[in-house]
């Protein structure tokens, strides 16, 4: 299974982006979900998780909302009242399980990352 995350950009504070990931194959609906991000010198942190429940970092709650689609096979990541500390490169992941994990050393598949900038 590939993925493949598209939808960054530059967004000024308060702003609005959409991030997609599209798999290359069948995601079963079993499968758990997330977007994890990564700043410069920092460690990659988990955003949010959907499986068998949707869970969010705290940092990012009531901001970000985090669907999937089954019949496109898409998970899509809307943030809204972007914040600068939000500015990373974020990854879309699956796990072949349906416990929702925040542990990226629990997802099976990577993508690519895609870079989002907010600025102040």
């Known amino acids: 299974v590939q993925l493949q995350a598209s939808g960054g950009g530059l967004v000024q504070a308060g702003g609005s982006l959409r991030l997609s990931c599209a798999a290359s194959?069948?995601?079963?609906?079993?499968?758990?979900m997330g977007w994890f991000r990564q700043a410069p010198g920092k460690d990659r942190e988990f955003v949010a998780g959907t499986g068998s429940t949707t869970r969010y970092a705290d940092s990012v709650k009531g901001r970000f909302t985090i669907s999937r689609d089954g019949a496109k096979n898409t998970v899509g990541l809307q943030m809204n009242y972007l914040k600068p500390e939000d500015t990373a490169v974020y990854y879309c992941?699956?796990?072949?399980?349906?416990?929702?994990?925040?542990?990226?050393?629990?997802?099976?598949?990577w993508g690519q990352g895609t870079l989002v900038t907010v600025s102040s």
């Open positions: 194959a069948r995601i079963f609906s079993w499968y758990t």
């Open positions: 992941a699956s796990a072949r399980q349906s416990t929702t994990t925040v542990e990226p050393n629990e997802y099976d598949y």
